[in-house]
Every structure is written in structure tokens, then in C-alpha cells.
């Protein structure tokens, strides 16, 4: 039976009792559950028994064990009394202690003090004293020219000089010192020279140790970098004598200073506490006394160049600075913690600096440059056809041109010349935009679309028209995103990136922009904060060149419709001056009830109809092909002559239907206005000219076009007779009416 139950918190008579009879024997599940039960009672009576005995024999051992607890009780707690009353005591006697020795310890303090100050007193006398002893003995020790000997005077000369500081003839003693130490170095010069140039390690150390003891390292690096400065100003000078051009003489020249670079900094390193900072210091020293200088070298040779390819020219001279540059990284981030980062700076300045001037004026140059290739780009030719070949290969051109100049940017400038770019696309673009709006007019001119011979034969020619829609093609192409030149945003990582990194990089953190020319710095930034935090692309940067082309595109339209509607509106402008409207026609002198529709429509009217009825077949194959460039110009232009409002349009499927309804829309503009120019109308012609509109109206419905409501109104007045037209006229314009009657001559 398991007993350990009873101690659990959760412990359930009822639980127990049942888990007790199930796993009692078969025969209580057999009916003697009383037995069982009664079997249960004697064995848990049994148990109680046991635990009260358990429980009586350790509560006899507790009362035996109380009162020796009671004891060992009572003396711990006198052992704590006691305890207490002594440190007490040990705090009175600490404090009276401190009482009582206060003030012999202040006099301890004090007479140490003095002793102190005496010692230093007594040292510094000492010191002074030798700076007699020394000035005595420093002729003599000259004239043995150890200069071991003469460097240990020197320096203990210049220790007891210290403690003269306050002597009435301290200045004097620092001058004769220096006067000593100019003897030193004039002695020792020829040596320093000839170590330098041998390279010999223990002799430079030994120079070292005495230079920094009277305090003049500074002489003996001027003794160094003129020593190692000579060699490769020679080579230099060897360079510029020779035939090579200036970026062969460049690439020798930086090929010489970076090979002493490696050579000098393991040299330095075993002789110098600062070996990166002593050749740092060297490069820039043998770059600012290059003879020529690198600034009037690139001058000439830019200006040799001359302004077409000047540009061209200083980039290559700026490769091969860069490439120099890049090895000098290089080796200075292997070993940046130990560098110095001014000097450092002061190295990368020495490097670029003979480029800053160009670089500050990078836009204008790269403004220059654009125009000069972009007028090299022909447009205007005799023959038309020629004139829209050159106008299809000037966009390729006109956009590599632009793509080239932002990669020249981004190379020359590392992207901080963008505004300047800006300006330089925006004078390419206008220039383009000029040339090719010249060639437009020109196109024009030679396809005589502004000057219509008044007697010419009616003739159809597509050939004007077939060049617009090329033209239009190569609107589409500049219009075009994959021509544009690639997205600005790429600037701001070359500008940006590096400076977020932890550790600096003089190299990349370069900026001629920020300290030359602070305004331009702060455009460029707020052109970096468009880009980068308003997600604007270059479309904003460059809109106004971009409307301009899109108003190119427009010119494109205007020429391709004026080249098809040409031909309406030389028939259209006969109409007015045609002599039959005021003459008395052969039907209206034998009955004026002669029928309509015995007459005929007029060869103008006819050969506008048969036109407008060859459009869809002479657009649909331009209009339709698959160029992508021509859709897109198509539709970012607009056709003259819109629909007018609350015309029901039919849905259209493609452009060429937007063109024929634009067309049409002309035709019958331009026919309503030829007809209220007509001085007079008999009422024969007045029946004609119904006529005539009739099957101009009966062209458009054959087209699916709906014929203009003013073309409407005036066939309505024309074909009112003259009791009715005051009663017609009511719901149709007054103006229109009134002139309608005027040409009729019916009272109104």
C-alpha cells in the first residue's frame, strides 16, 4: 500500500480510496468489496499507530535536548554583549589617537615638503652649475669631433639651460646653444648625406638618437627629403627632357615616387619612430617641387589640344593620376592606424591638386565640349529624304554624347561636377532641340507645305508624308526612357558611401567641391536629397530639356498632318473664289424647282472626297507597323483639330483612326470657313453648294465619321426656303444665320 500520497498538496481521500480499491485483489471487484474495504481500515490503523509512536519518541528527544538549546543560547548572547562593549572601546582609543597625533603628522607633512623642495633646490643648482662646467669644456671637445662626446654635452647644456630659465641672461645662453648645435650639424652634415644616399641602417639610427637628444630632428628629416628628393626630381627632369607624351612622362614619374614608397617605408621603419608619416611627408615635398610644375605641364598640354578634345585629353592625364592614387591607397590602408591623417590628407591634396582648377570648371568645359560635337553632327541636306537619314542617326548620337559626358563626370569629378553636368545636358539638349527644329522648318520650306501654288493641279503625293511619319519614329526614339541617359541616382553612392564607413579613407573622403566652391556644394547636396529621399529620377532633374523635346515631337505632328491635309486645303481655299456661286446656272434660268438631285457635285468637292476616301488605305500601313518609338511619339503628341465636346466618339482601335478623324475634323472646319467667305450665292449655286456638303457628308458617314455640326447647321440654311428660314433659324446659331442669309440674299 502506498503511503507517501498522504504528504501530497493536492492529496484526494476520494482518489486514493479508488486507485486503493483498484488495485486491491480480484476478489473485491468479484462482490467482497466489505472485506476489502475492512482489510484497508486495519492496515491504515496500523499506520496511525506507528506515526503516533513515531511522533511521541521525537517530541521525549526534543523536550530532553531544550534546555542544554537554552544554555548554548544564553552564551552566545552574552559572548555578543561582550563583544560589543570591546570594539567600543577600540573606537574611543582610534579616536583619541587621531586627537592626540593630528598635529605631529601636519609637522611630518610639512618638514617632508621641505626636504622635498630642498632636494630639487640642491638638484637644480647642480644643473645650473654644469651649464659653467659644460661652456668651458665644449671648445675642447669639438676639436675631437666625437660626436657622440660633443651630442652628450650639448644635451647636458641644455638641460641645466632649463633650470636658467629665470636668469638675466637666459636668451643670451639660448642663442650661443644654438650657435653650438649649428656647429654640430655643419660638422656632421657631409656624414648625414653620404648615410642617407648608402642607405646604412646602424649609422642613420646612430644620427637619429643624437639629432633627437639636442632636440633637432626636424634638420635631420630636411637632410633626408632632400637627399631622396634630388632622385627623383632627376628623374623628372630626365622625363621631361625625353619625346614621351605627357601621360607616358606621368605614368614614369608616378612609377618612380610609388617604388620609393615601398622602398622608403622599409628603410624608415627601422630608423624612425614615424616611418609612414617621414614618407608621407616625402612624396608631398618631391611633388610641390617638381620643375616644371604638374600644373603648367597639364596647362600646356591641354592647351595643345585645343578645345575639341582638351577634355578628352585631361582625362587621360587624370587616368593616370588616379591609377597612381589607387597604389597609394592601397598601400597606406594597410598600415592606416599607423599614418598620420592630416599628412595623409596633405598627400592626396599634392596628388589631385593640379587638376582642382579644371575640375571647378569641369561644366563649362564639358558644356563646350558637347556643343562642339553636337554641331559636328550634320542635320541639314539638300534632299529631304538625306535630311531625315541624319535626323535618324543624330538620336544615337545625341544620347551617346550625354552618356559619355555622365561618365566623364563620374570619372573626373567622383560625381561632385553634377551641377555643372546639368548645365552642360541642358545646353546639348537646347542646341539639338534648335538644330533639329531648324531642319523641321527646312523640311517644310522644301516640301512647300507653307506656300500652296493658288492654280496648281489637284495630284496626290505621300512622299512628304512618309518622311513625317519617319520623322515622328525618330521623335518616339529621343522620347524613349531607354534613351535616356542613365538614371543620376548612381551619383550619390560614389559621393556618399565611403564617407559613412567608420573608418576614414582620405582618399575617398577627398572633396575639392565643399572648400572651393561652398555654393555649388550645397546645390549639389539638395540635388543628392531629391535623388535620394524624394525617389525623383533624372526626367525632374532635366524637365525642361525633356518638354522641349516634347515639343519637338509636337512640330513632328504639326508637319506629318500638314503634309497630308495640304492637299484638301489647296482645293478647300478655290471655293471662295470660285466665280460659278454668283452666276446664273443654265437650270435656274428655265425653272427654279429644278430637283437636287440632278446635280452634281464639283471637281473640288470630288477630289476631296476621293482623297479622304484614300486615307485609311495611305495610313494604316505607317500607323500601324510595329515600331515602338513611332507609337510612343504618336501618342505623346496631339493632333490639331480635337473632337468638339459632346461629340460621340466611337471607340478606336489604333492611331490611324485618330488621324483620319482629325483630318476630317480639318476638312470641314476649313470648308465652313471658305464657305461664309463666299460674297453671294444664286439659288443655283445655293443648291449646288448643298450638294456639295451632301456628298462630302455622305464621304464622312462611308468613313464612320460624324460630319461637324456647324458643316450641319449650314447645309440646314441652305436648303431652307426663304418663307421658312426665319422659323428655321431659331434653334441655329444667329451669326451664322445672319451670314447665310446675307449670301443667299433672303430677308432675315
Known amino acids: 500500500m502506498d503511503f507517501s500520497k498522504f504528504l501530497a498538496d493536492d492529496f484526494d481521500v476520494k482518489e486514493w480510496i479508488n486507485a486503493a480499491f483498484r488495485a486491491g485483489p480480484k476478489e473485491a471487484a468479484a462482490g467482497k468489496a466489505d472485506s476489502h474495504a475492512a482489510t484497508l481500515v486495519m492496515k491504515l490503523q496500523l499506520f496511525i499507530q ?8 521525537t517530541s521525549h528527544q526534543a523536550l530532553q535536548n531544550m534546555p542544554k538549546v537554552l544554555r548554548d543560547i544564553e552564551a552566545l548572547k552574552q559572548e555578543a554583549s561582550f563583544l560589543k562593549e570591546q570594539m567600543i572601546l577600540v573606537k574611543e582609543d582610534i579616536k583619541k589617537f587621531e586627537q592626540d597625533t593630528a598635529q605631529s603628522m601636519q609637522v611630518l607633512v610639512e618638514i617632508d615638503q621641505v626636504k622635498s623642495r630642498m ?35 650639448l644635451t647636458g647644456m641644455q638641460n641645466s639651460l632649463m633650470m636658467l630659465v629665470d636668469t638675466p641672461d637666459y636668451s643670451e645662453k639660448c642663442v650661443h646653444l644654438e650657435a653650438l648645435k649649428n656647429r654640430l650639424e655643419a660638422l656632421v652634415s657631409p656624414q648625414i648625406v653620404a648615410v642617407f644616399g648608402s642607405q646604412s641602417i646602424d649609422q642613420a639610427k646612430a644620427f637619429v638618437k643624437v639629432f633627437t637628444e639636442i632636440d633637432r630632428m626636424p634638420q635631420l628629416l630636411a637632410y633626408y627629403y632632400k637627399c631622396h628628393k634630388v632622385q627623383l626630381l632627376a628623374v623628372w627632369q630626365e622625363l621631361c627632357q625625353s619625346d614621351l607624351p605627357l601621360d607616358r612622362q606621368l605614368t614614369g614619374l608616378y612609377d618612380a615616387m610609388l617604388g620609393a614608397w615601398h622602398a622608403q617605408i622599409q628603410w624608415a621603419a627601422q630608423v624612425f619612430k614615424n616611418p609612414h608619416e617621414v614618407v608621407t611627408v616625402l612624396l608631398i615635398q618631391t611633388l610641390g617641387a617638381l620643375v616644371p610644375s604638374l600644373p603648367i605641364c597639364l596647362s600646356s598640354a591641354v592647351e595643345r589640344a585645343g578645345p575639341e578634345m582638351e577634355l578628352t585629353k585631361l582625362l587621360e592625364f587624370y587616368d593616370t593620376t588616379a591609377h597612381f592614387a589607387k597604389g597609394l591607397e592601397m598601400a597606406v590602408l594597410s598600415h592606416l592606424h599607423e599614418h598620420n591623417l592630416v599628412k595623409v590628407m596633405e598627400l592626396v591634396d599634392a596628388v589631385y591638386g593640379p587638376y582642382k582648377p579644371y575640375q571647378l570648371k569641369y561644366g563649362d568645359m564639358e558644356e563646350n565640349n558637347l556643343l562642339i560635337q553636337i554641331s559636328a553632327v550634320p542635320l541639314e541636306h539638300g534632299e529631304v529624304i538625306d535630311c531625315v537619314q541624319e535626323l535618324s542617326h543624330s538620336v544615337n548620337k ?15 569629378t567622383n560625381g561632385l561636377g553634377t551641377c555643372g553636368l546639368l548645365t552642360a545636358l541642358k545646353s546639348l539638349f537646347a542646341k539639338y532641340v534648335s538644330d533639329f527644329t531648324n531642319t523641321l522648318q527646312s523640311i517644310r520650306k522644301k516640301c512647300k507645305l507653307d506656300e500652296i501654288p493658288p492654280n ?15 520623322i515622328l519614329s525618330i521623335a518616339g526614339k529621343y522620347l524613349s526612357d531607354s534613351y535616356c541617359p542613365r538614371s543620376l541616382t548612381g551619383f550619390q553612392d560614389s559621393i556618399l558611401t565611403d564617407k559613412k564607413s567608420t573608418a576614414k579613407n582620405p582618399w575617398q573622403e577627398y572633396n575639392y567641391l565643399q572648400k572651393d566652391n561652398p555654393a555649388e556644394y550645397a546645390s549639389l547636396m539638395e540635388i543628392l536629397y531629391t535623388l535620394k529621399e524624394k525617389g525623383s529620377s533624372n526626367h525632374n532633374l532635366l524637365s525642361a530639356s525633356r518638354a522641349a523635346l516634347t515639343r519637338l515631337n509636337q512640330q513632328a505632328h504639326q508637319l506629318a498632318f500638314d503634309s497630308v491635309f495640304l492637299r484638301i486645303k489647296q482645293q478647300l481655299l478655290l471655293v471662295s473664289k470660285m466665280d460659278s456661286w454668283n452666276t446664273a446656272g443654265i437650270g435656274e434660268t428655265l425653272t427654279d424647282d429644278l430637283p437636287s ?4 457635285p464639283l471637281e473640288y468637292i470630288s477630289n476631296i472626297g476621293q482623297y479622304i476616301m484614300s486615307l485609311p488605305l ?34 478606336l482601335d489604333n492611331m490611324a483612326d485618330h488621324w483620319l478623324g482629325s483630318i476630317a475634323r480639318a476638312t470641314m472646319q476649313t470648308y465652313c ?21 451632301d456628298y462630302l457628308t455622305n464621304v464622312m458617314d462611308a468613313l464612320g465619321l460624324q460630319p461637324s455640326r456647324t458643316l450641319q447647321n449650314i447645309v440646314t440654311l441652305l436648303k431652307t426656303k426663304p418663307e421658312d428660314y426665319r422659323q428655321t433659324t431659331k434653334s441655329l446659331p444667329r451669326r451664322l444665320a445672319a451670314t447665310i442669309a446675307a449670301m443667299r440674299g433672303v430677308a432675315y
Open 50 to 57: 506507528e506515526v503516533n509512536h513515531a511522533v511521541e519518541e
Open 119 to 153: 632636494q630639487l633646490a640642491a638638484e637644480s643648482l647642480q644643473e645650473a652649475d654644469k651649464w659653467s662646467t659644460l661652456s668651458a669644456d665644449i671648445e675642447e671637445t669639438f676639436k675631437t669631433q666625437d660626436i657622440a662626446v660633443i651630442s652628450a654635452k
Open 398 to 412: 545625341l544620347f551617346s554624347l550625354a552618356s559619355t559626358a555622365i561618365d566623364r563626370c563620374v570619372r573626373f
Open 456 to 470: 496648281s493641279l489637284f495630284h496626290e503625293d505621300w512622299t512628304a508624308f512618309q518622311n513625317s511619319i519617319r
Open 597 to 600: 438631285f440632278s446635280l452634281t
Open 618 to 651: 495611305n495610313l494604316e500601313p505607317f500607323v500601324t507597323q510595329e515600331d515602338s518609338a513611332l507609337e510612343l511619339a504618336l501618342h505623346a503628341g496631339k493632333l490639331p483639330f480635337p473632337p468638339e465636346q459632346g461629340d460621340e466618339l466611337p471607340e
Open 673 to 693: 470657313d471658305v464657305i461664309l467667305q463666299i460674297p453671294e450665292l444664286t439659288l443655283h449655286s445655293t443648291k449646288q453648294l448643298a450638294t456639295d456638303i
